[in-house]
């Protein structure tokens, strides 16, 4: 009787995954390490990933010259591990136009077709900048046909004026070149249903890949939440206070609410996923394997 409610529970479960198997594919971000025994770390968690077949791998991007070197680096040695179409960030804050020049043709030349194009963040507290993203695609464009994602915001850009203006901006870097756009995380499916309907009316005509953090500590989280401006509903409060000295715990609640997300999601149709690993790949694996990847 035990064999037949676990064979029962199976065929459940399998029924409720069976539209979503082998449709699904996903991405990864890294960031670069800061020393070596974080490197085999990374690299430990590039390999595991690496079996869910991605469709590519990012790995961001610091404003000073040395953490720029440190992303090449990377996104080198993870392509000729992996074989993986693998993008660096790069952001045009701080940076002048015939620097980015130089940045650009040496990743062309050096056989990386695929950029993640950003602003990037400053002390600049004015928020008057030189360059904008747009103004990078449009730059890239012109050196050579690079694939080329961009950022968008459902919950909308912390220095954006509205939620049309957001748009708009995010019209002008598709319209300069951009392939497809990555969203910031969220926690509130119907704020990217939302956004990518608004895409749709303003003729944004790319995929818009919703971007998925894993929650690994509340707090930290918290503090993400801050600098982006995205928003935490009061339910995960409600139940991640409880849990403040339990993480292991959280990690358990935070990987079901992630794969709420992506069931949610995919029953809209959305089909990529684009996930913040924070170099970790345990709990991103697990939710994974979940749904077939």
């Known amino acids: 009787m035990s064999f037949l409610k676990n064979e029962y529970h199976q065929d459940i479960v399998n029924q409720k995954l069976s539209n979503l198997n082998k449709l699904i594919r996903c991405s990864f971000e890294f960031f670069p390490p800061k020393n070596i025994y974080l490197e085999e770390k990374l690299f430990s968690s590039v390999i595991q990933l690496n079996k869910l077949k991605p469709f590519f791998f990012s790995v961001t991007y610091g404003a000073n010259s040395g953490e720029r070197k440190k992303t ?64 990078l695609v449009v730059l890239l464009k012109k050196i050579a046909d690079f694939d080329i994602s961009v950022a968008a915001y459902p919950e909308i850009h912390p220095e954006a004026k509205n939620a049309q203006s957001d748009i708009l901006s995010l019209k002008k870097k598709v319209d300069a070149g951009a392939n497809r756009a990555i969203t910031q995380f969220f926690f509130n499916t119907e704020s990217y249903l939302r956004f990518r309907d608004n895409c749709i009316k303003n003729n944004i005509n790319v995929e818009i890949i919703p971007g998925i953090l894993p929650i690994y500590n509340f707090s930290q989280l918290k503090q993400f939440s801050k600098l982006t401006n995205v928003h935490i509903p009061s339910w995960m409060f409600e139940i991640f206070n409880r849990l403040t000295n339990d993480l292991i715990t959280q990690r358990i609640i935070g990987a079901s609410i992630v794969i709420d997300i992506i069931k949610n ?24 394997r979940l749904f077939g990847f």
């Open 265 to 288: 999601l995919s029953k809209e149709g959305v089909k990529n996923f684009h996930f913040y690993t924070l170099n970790q790949s345990d709990v991103v694996y697990s939710i994974c």
């Open 72 to 135: 090449y680096t990377i996104v080198k040695k993870i392509y000729e591990k992996t074989g993986v179409i693998t993008a660096p960030h790069l952001t045009c804050v701080d940076a002048t136009p015939s620097e980015l020049e130089k940045i650009a043709k040496f990743y062309w030349e050096n056989g990386i077709r695929s950029i993640f194009a950003l602003r990037g963040d400053s002390d600049n507290t004015n928020h008057l900048h030189q360059m904008y993203a747009y103004d």
